[in-house]
């Protein structure tokens, strides 16, 4: 074999590089992989399924990097120290197997040595430039990447369940990646893997990512895929194997929500210049406040027509004060009113602040547990709601994910308030009784 083969033999077949070293199970699939690591343009994202062998084709390609272009610095990322430290261990033994110290040597004539070996870092004996830092860098999320550049970046499952169960967690990893951004040389790309845990994940921070699922890769029978579907919960088989999200087995809301159209609004208004904001036109509002910590403040307007509820949802993380004006303005361009606003916690602070607003606002007393007006009044009313196009997605999405023990809830206890409130109206149109 000659220099130009062995290099080209790198590049062109990588996977077959990997049988060489022992991985013999990959296929052209993987092939296609690694080239897109190894000689693509730009940032690259790789969605695959659990068992799909993502994390091999890594680290024969942070092999074939440090190989071909030993003057890269690399860093690989996972979730945590931990996590890495297995990656760098299975590239050290790749490097040190005689298969690679054979293409070493034809390509530069050398024998290859690693100068640092440790578990987060190796370096080898190809290097020419004078910077210090290490070929290979392994980093949990959590680590300092201050100060540091590399031309290649590597992240593998630095999205997992954690990030499904926690929104904190979902924005720290945000944060990290955004980080990673920064810290990537002029003409450098970030390379990311993984699987999807949640909507509003790192994923949605990447380019749009490339897709193997258990029924496109081939490598799991049938028979197999079956059975890992038996093994856990419907939603976490759908996030590993099928690469999609679904609302968790506890959640109570598993059907998307529906949205008005104009076309809806003209036939039940019998009006062509109608518009489906006029659908919730002499409905109510009403406030879930936050005031301060990780709560939200979310905000609801709602009108009934008849056996279906017209509503309107927006959320923010924050203090009710900084978003009550606008609340108030919303009711009123949606001719909403009163605003509902509990006084349990605040002795009616609320309701006092929108009528000295000039608005109408009614309090009230809470006495009913939170999870059972939910799972009573928005669940039953799930199905039969509408909601007005501008309803914040990140609103639905607490729906969605709502549970028993959800970390957060005020968009379903906002919207279940006032499917109460509509619910106990009958089945006539509702009219408000706030005057403008």
């Known amino acids: 074999m000659t220099r130009t083969e062995a290099v080209r033999f790198l590049i062109r077949n990588p996977y077959k590089f990997g049988h060489m070293v022992g991985f013999t199970k990959l296929t ?45 610095r690399i860093l690989f990322c996972r979730k945590t120290d931990e996590d890495v430290k297995e990656i760098i261990d299975q590239v050290r033994k790749i490097l040190q197997m005689p298969q690679t110290q054979y293409l070493v040597q034809v390509i530069y004539g050398v024998n290859l040595k690693l100068l640092t070996d440790n578990a987060t870092e190796i370096s080898t004996n190809l290097v020419t430039d004078t910077r210090g830092t290490s070929q290979l860098v392994g980093m949990g999320i959590g680590g300092s990447i201050t100060g540091k550049h590399f031309e290649r970046i590597f992240t593998d499952d630095i999205i997992n369940v954690k990030d499904r169960k926690s929104k904190a967690e979902r924005e720290r990893t945000k944060l990290i990646y955004q980080e990673l951004l920064n810290i990537v040389n002029k003409g450098g790309r970030i390379i990311s893997t993984g699987t999807p845990w949640h909507p509003e994940d790192a994923f949605s ?23 890992k579907r038996r093994s856990m919960a419907p939603s976490l088989f759908a996030a590993n194997y099928e690469l999609v999200h679904i609302a968790a087995e506890d959640a109570l809301f598993k059907t998307a929500p529906v949205f008005i159209t104009a076309q809806e609004a003209q036939q039940k208004l019998k009006r062509e210049d109608a518009r489906p904001e006029d659908l919730l036109r002499d409905g109510i509002a009403h406030i879930d406040a936050a005031y301060g910590g990780e709560d939200y403040t979310a905000f609801t307007c709602g009108q009934r027509r008849g056996d279906t509820l017209y509503m309107y949802g927006k959320m923010w993380h924050g203090h009710v004060d900084t978003v009550l004006e606008y609340c108030i ?59 007005l196009e501008g309803t914040d997605r990140e609103y639905l ?13 005020d968009a379903p206890d906002s919207a279940a308030c006032v499917c109460r409130l509509l619910d106990r109206r009958g089945g006539g149109d509702y009219v408000s009784p706030f005057s403008r």
């Open 205 to 227: 921070l990447m380019p749009e990512p490339e897709k193997w699922d258990c029924y496109s890769t081939g490598i799991l029978s049938p028979e197999e895929i079956e059975e």
């Open 397 to 409: 999405q607490q729906i969605m994910s709502y549970t028993e023990d959800a970390e957060h809830d």
């Open 329 to 387: 303005a919303e009711a009123g361009r949606l001719m909403c009113g009163p605003i509902y606003c509990e006084k349990n916690g605040d002795k009616g602070y609320l309701a006092r602040e929108i009528l000295e607003k000039g608005y109408s606002a009614q309090p009230y007393t809470e006495k009913e547990n939170k999870y059972i007006k939910i799972s009573s009044f928005l669940r039953k009313w799930w199905g039969n709601i509408q909601w």
């Open 28 to 72: 052209q699939i993987h092939n296609g992989w690694m080239r897109k690591m190894i000689s693509g343009t730009g940032d690259y994202t790789l969605q695959g399924h659990r068992a799909s062998y993502k994390t091999t084709c890594l680290s024969i390609v942070l092999v074939i990097l440090m190989i071909l272009h030993p003057n890269y």
